[in-house]
């Protein structure tokens, strides 16, 4: 089973930035593409931001100039870095993982357990 850690969510004024980090561990075998998802209250989740395995990113238009996804395929962990928040990116935001064990060789989507982010003064 691939567990996903996430951590560096919080309080944050607006204007102000944020890194989230998402760690994949376990016996995996290869990573595809890996990504972040948001949700706020009474809201769907939303796809905010992906990489695939060669680092083509796609970003939804809302975060797009302010946000910016990577990877270090070495340490298997996907970032996000978030710049000038605004109120409107008050949500719970998840890493999702498509991912290979050696065990179970074909890609299967993980989740990491969901970091807060608040952005408020």
């Known amino acids: 089973q691939v567990q996903l850690v996430e951590s560096g969510g919080g309080l944050v004024q607006p204007g102000g930035s944020l890194r989230l980090s998402c760690a994949a561990s376990?016996?995996?075998?290869?990573?595809?593409?890996m990504a972040w998802y948001r949700q706020a209250p009474g809201k769907e989740r939303d796809l905010v931001a992906s990489?695939?395995?060669?680092?083509?990113?796609n970003y939804a238009d809302s975060v797009k100039g302010r946000f910016t996804i990577s990877r270090d395929n070495a340490k298997n962990t996907v970032y996000l870095q978030m710049n000038s928040l605004q109120s409107e990116d008050t949500a719970v935001y998840y890493c999702?993982?498509?991912?290979?064990?050696?065990?179970?060789?074909?890609?299967?989507?993980?989740w990491g357990q969901g970091a807060q982010v608040t952005v408020s003064s």
């Open positions: 999702k993982v498509d991912a290979a064990e050696y065990k179970r060789p074909w890609f299967m989507s993980y």
């Open positions: 376990g016996s995996i075998l290869s990573i595809n593409t």
């Open positions: 990489i695939t395995s060669g680092g083509g990113t």
